[in-house]
Structure formats: structure tokens, C-alpha cells
């Protein structure tokens, strides 16, 4: 079962063309045009009414949903905080009306485990994921595993998948007849902070098992500080893609804006954005490219501070400790592939430790989110605080022009 929470939206000034503005009323005058909506929050995890086999923890949070065969499957990460753990679990649990749900499987290796990321291809369910280590201060990428649904409550042991040792899958989606896969290698150096590059892969499948380069020869498209990327079509067959930089390189830190023309998907060229997208989830509706992704709550929202008087290591830890004690969202951007710029849109209800956004299109305007967030009725605290508060799952409907 769900439950309501408060709706957050007339709690929540927006802002559009640089005005400030009090309520979609407003904005609709203001742009000539509908604005998005959001409807009120649903809780899902922890559920209202108990799921047998299903025991969540304090920490609820990694999360991905899909839809197969009548029914949606979401998959979560619980923890005692937002921090590597032996005691992790990832749960999957179905649903036919996103509203009750049941146990499906869990995995626990008695290390941490996170990036649950779902590929329906060609009449299978497959679940991706990422195995990590025990260390609460590292990030220790130990292999990317696979299992494969194969009846109600009954899925294949994980496997793990070995083409690209320490790779992190971060989104997996279908595009006509081909599956896509970005994920990145070299994800322990974000930590590290050795200067080591960190590779950001793009591969496909056919099958949904075996992946190979989206451009043959060259599966790296982006290389540097970026990890965490999404992406996706233009209308010519172009890319547009969201890429986080939070190891630094010769573009500074925060965020890639990438873009690959056509007939040349595997040069990306990318303009560099001061802010942090974490998290980042990237779609398109009609024209409209849109980004979902964490929001850092200051003036100017920069995670790259300009302290170029500083290391490249000394800047990539002070960026860090700043960025950590500061209030966070999840919110609603959106992309201009022309000049390779990011607007803010509005903020989804979200507080503290928040953002790993999965998106189901349920109709042509509408989208269900799924998200993480600290509690909403609680203190506005900062994210390096929420990461060791209790966090839920929601899923709020938005609606798009």
C-alpha cells in the first residue's frame, strides 16, 4: 500500500525566465504556455502495509522501475545509512497497480551492493547492479553482476558480468530494436583523488547479455573526471548527454553538457557547468530534452568553487566538504542541446539525502518519478546529515507540457 504525504508544491517557489514566482498560475502567465506539474507524493518504501519476505532498514534508496509483462518491478537498495555496508540488501518487488506490492527477490552478498538498473529487451527481464565494498568512506567497485527473471518470485542467481571489470552500469534503456547501456570504469579515483581519468562507456546489446561498442573500435565516448551520464536521442539522431564531474579535469568540476552529431555519435563535444547534476536521469518529450538530477541548495548552486590557487587534489576535497554540508533536492531541469545549457525548473518534494530518479511514461504527457528523500516533514538538513537519517521511496506523478 501507499500513503499521501502533504502536497509540497505551494511550499516550493519556482522559477522560470528569471522571475520568481509563487504558483503554476503564475508561470503559465509568465511563459505563454503550461508549466509542469506535480501531483502529491506517494511513500512506497517503507510500505504502509508490510510485504512478507520485504524488511527494510533505515536507508532506502538506490532504486529502478520498469515495466514487464502487465506488471511493475522496482528494485531498491536498503542499508543502515546511505553508507557502504555489510548488511546491505536489494530488494525487487512487483506490482500490478504500483500500489500493493509483493516480494520478488533479494540479493545479499554480505558487502554493499547499489545501481539496480532494469533492461526488458526481446521478452526478458534482466537486473543489472554493481557490487562495492564494505569501507563507508570508499567507493570500491568490485564487478557488475546480473540476474534474470524467469517466473513470478523466481529469478536467476546473480552472475557476475565480467566484459568490463570495475565497470558501473549507470542507465540501461531500448531504442527500436537495440539495447543501450553507459556506465563508467575507473570509479574508485573519484575518491582516491590520485588524478587517475575515469572512462565513460556506451555500449549495446542484441540480445541484452553481450554488449559491444556503440561505435565500433570505441567504447570510451568520454574521458576525464565524468562518471555518472545519461543521454539521449535528438529528433536528427544526435546525442545530448548529462555527464557528473566531480573528480575534476581540464574542464573544472561539476558537469559535462555533452552533444554527438549524427554521423559522428562517438565524438562528444561538452561545455562545462559549475553545478554538481548527480544522479543524473535524462529524457525526452516531443522537443524537450529534461534532466533530473540532484540540485545543491546555495546562491549560485556551483559545486566548482574557482579555488584555482588550490591542487587539482586540494580543490576536488574542499569541492567535497563543501558540497556535503550543504541542503540538497531532487529537481526538474531542462537541457538546450543548441548552447549546451541547463535550466532549472522546478523542485520535486525532497529533503536532505535525495535524488536517484527512475521515470515510467504512463501516458503521453505523464510521467511516475521514483525517488529517495530524507523525510519531507522534517528539518531541512544537509546532505552529509541526511545521508545517516531514515529515507524513504516515493513516486509522484509530473506532468509535462
Given amino acids: 500500500m501507499t500513503h499521501h504525504l502533504p502536497n509540497m508544491r505551494a511550499a516550493l517557489p519556482l522559477f522560470f525566465g528569471g522571475l520568481l514566482l509563487t504558483s503554476c498560475a503564475d508561470l503559465e502567465t509568465a511563459s505563454g504556455r503550461f508549466y509542469p506539474s506535480l501531483d502529491e507524493p506517494e511513500i512506497l518504501v517503507p510500505f504502509d502495509t508490510a510485504v512478507d519476505g520485504v524488511n527494510p532498514q533505515n536507508s532506502n534508496n538506490n532504486l529502478d522501475i520498469i515495466q514487464f509483462e502487465g506488471r511493475y518491478f522496482l528494485a531498491f537498495r536498503t542499508a543502515p545509512t546511505h553508507f557502504a555496508s555489510e548488511k546491505t540488501v536489494m530488494y525487487v518487488v512487483s506490482s500490478t497497480d504500483q500500489q500493493t506490492w509483493q516480494y520478488e527477490t533479494h540479493v545479499e552478498m554480505g558487502t554493499d551492493v547499489r545501481e539496480p538498473r532494469f533492461l526488458a529487451y526481446k521478452g526478458a527481464l534482466r537486473l543489472y547492479f554493481a557490487k562495492l565494498g564494505k569501507d563507508p568512506l570508499k567507493f570500491e567497485p568490485q564487478g557488475t553482476y546480473l540476474t534474470e527473471y524467469l517466473a513470478p518470485g523466481d529469478w536467476s542467481e546473480p552472475l557476475e558480468w565480467v566484459d568490463q571489470p570495475g565497470f558501473i552500469p549507470w542507465r540501461l534503456k531500448v531504442v527500436g530494436d537495440t539495447a543501450y547501456m553507459i556506465g563508467y570504469i575507473g570509479g574508485e579515483n573519484i575518491y582516491e583523488i590520485d588524478g587517475e581519468p575515469i572512462s565513460v562507456q556506451w555500449l549495446k546489446s542484441s540480445d541484452g547479455v553481450n554488449w559491444e561498442a556503440v561505435v565500433p573500435g570505441q567504447p ?49 563535444t ?20 529534461y534532466l533530473v538530477a540532484r540540485r545543491n541548495v546555495t546562491d549560485s548552486g556551483y559545486y566548482d568553487l574557482e579555488r584555482r590557487d588550490l591542487t587539482p587534489k586540494e580543490q576536488t576535497q574542499l569541492y567535497l566538504f563543501e558540497y556535503s554540508f550543504k541542503p540538497k533536492r531532487c529537481s526538474l531541469w531542462r537541457v538546450h542541446p543548441e548552447n549546451l545549457t541547463v535550466q532549472f525548473v522546478l523542485d520535486l518534494p525532497s529533503f536532505g539525502d535525495t535524488c536517484f530518479p527512475s521515470a515510467l511514461q504512463v501516458s503521453e504527457n505523464e510521467f511516475d518519478i521514483y525517488n529517495y528523500t530524507s523525510p519531507l516533514d522534517g528539518e531541512d538538513v544537509s546532505w552529509i546529515v541526511g545521508q545517516g537519517l531514515p529515507s524513504s521511496i516515493y513516486r509522484i506523478r509530473l506532468t509535462l507540457p
Fill in 220 to 268: 570510451t565516448v568520454e574521458k576525464g573526471g565524468g562518471s555518472e551520464t545519461d543521454w539521449t536521442f535528438l529528433p536528427n539522431g544526435g546525442v545530448i548527454a548529462v555527464t557528473r564531474n566531480e573528480a575534476g579535469d581540464e574542464m573544472g568540476w561539476g558537469s559535462k553538457i555533452c552533444r554527438a552529431e549524427p554521423q559522428s555519435l562517438g565524438t562528444w
Fill in 270 to 289: 561538452c561545455a562545462p557547468d559549475k553545478r554538481k547534476f548527480d544522479s543524473p536521469l535524462v529524457f525526452r518529450h516531443k522537443d524537450d530534452v
